[in-house]
């Protein structure tokens, strides 16, 4: 090995091999029976892949095995690094990027292009006994064809000793606390949750970074208890083959925070349990097109209509309020709609007008000459000059 990469780059790798094995677990359940969420929904959502393409099925059964989630993100790396990037950046900068993959892959032994998904992962939880708020946990999966023990060993080798090992179960979580967030967390203790992360090797290509509780919560799903639920992970990976997909349910995650679901020591039943804000929302392209795709659960047809009317009214406003006429072209060529219990997004971009707006805004900003200085204007003193009697 002629260099040790940093531990921001091995950390980098593992959290986005993590948030892949993620994905693919979420995909492990059945057909989903929330409606909004349903992967066989109305044409605002991207249809799903065949259940027989070996890729989706290697998705889905890896992302099966992981933790409860309130908000996931999925990312397609070898499409986004494959299709898009050629399609949005100059070829050298890409031929640059493809350099850099194999130094990478020269120094330290694995191929960022052999990541197949990301995931990234949300659990928000419930108060504690004393009624105090807590901090979510997050965690990131990575999984595809390289070693997850051997980007444990490279972290290790870059944390310079940093980085300690706790036993969990079959598993040997690397943890190390994050100094300046502890010094932060003196002042402000809502930072004392993140300034400790860890990293685990799920499996043998499967890697986990991430808040130390939700990794052992993943090393327990590892073995069957407390998996991912199947509606959540089924309306994540609905369709594999995006760039880029997120599923949440923000309006669950509030009630678990805020104790309408109980705390820590005192559980408590939902008096009220609905989908109303269950979310799904996919970014993919084809020949020409980027398409964003989105649908939210709004429980009602009156409700939806009143959804889509308010955000339709924001955005019209957000559209009339942009200067950058590019970002205006952009925004123009969203639709919201109410359609059922549902409020659906809609948006086609030819795949020139984002190249160009990205150049745009790459371009360095020229700075305007300055009129020179001009030499300060010295006050005109005047002499009093005696007055002459007659």
């Not at 397609?76 to 890409?94: G, H, M, S």
């Not at 080798?157 to 943890?175: F, N, P, W």
């Not at 939902?270 to 020409?288: H, I, K, Q, V, W």
């Not at 970002?327 to 219990?341: D, H, P, W």
């Amino acid at each position: 090995m002629r260099k040790i990469l940093n531990l921001p780059t091995i950390v980098f790798i593992v959290i986005a091999t993590a948030a892949i094995n993620i994905s693919a677990q979420n995909a492990l359940g059945q057909t989903s029976t929330v409606p909004q969420l349903a992967a066989t929904n109305s044409a605002a959502v991207i249809t799903t892949n065949s259940p027989s393409s070996p890729a989706s099925q290697a998705v889905i059964y890896s992302l099966g095995s992981l933790p409860e989630a309130d908000l996931l993100v999925y990312i397609n790396p070898q499409r986004i690094l494959n299709e898009a990037v050629p399609k949005l950046l100059p070829a050298k900068d890409v031929e640059g990027m493809r350099k850099g993959f194999e130094e990478a892959k020269k120094n330290s032994g694995i191929d960022p292009t052999k990541v197949e998904y990301i995931v990234l992962a949300v659990r928000f939880r419930k108060p504690t006994a004393d009624l105090n708020f807590q901090a979510p946990e997050l965690m990131a999966v990575s999984g595809g064809d390289f070693s997850a023990e051997s980007l444990l060993t490279l972290a290790r080798m870059a944390s310079q000793g940093k980085l300690r090992d706790e036993r969990y179960a079959d598993k040997t979580i690397g943890l190390m606390t994050i100094d300046p967030i502890v010094k932060e967390s003196e002042k402000n203790p809502f930072l004392k949750s993140f300034s400790e992360v860890g990293l685990v090797a799920l499996n043998g290509n499967t890697i986990a970074a991430g808040s130390p509780s939700y990794l052992r919560a993943a090393v327990d799903a590892g073995a069957g208890q407390g998996r991912i639920n199947t509606e959540t992970l089924n309306s994540l990976v609905r369709d594999t083959n995006v760039l880029v997909s997120i599923a949440g349910r923000p309006w669950h995650s509030f009630a678990k925070s805020f104790g309408m679901l109980g705390t820590d020591a005192n559980a408590r039943e939902p008096r009220c349990e609905t989908n109303l804000g269950d979310f799904y929302a996919a970014l993919t392209m084809d020949s020409t097109n980027f398409m964003l795709r989105g649908v939210s659960n709004a429980d009602n047809p009156d409700t939806a209509k009143i959804i889509a009317n308010l955000y339709s009214g924001i955005l019209r406003y957000a559209t009339s309020s942009v200067p950058d006429e590019s970002v205006k072209s952009l925004l123009r060529g969203l639709s919201i709609t109410a359609e059922g219990n549902e409020v659906h997004t809609r948006g086609d971009f030819s795949q020139q007008m984002v190249l160009d707006l990205i150049q745009q805004k790459m371009k360095p900003k020229t700075m305007e000459p300055s009129a020179p200085e001009s030499a300060p204007v010295k006050p005109v003193t005047r002499r009093r000059r005696p007055r002459r009697r007659g």
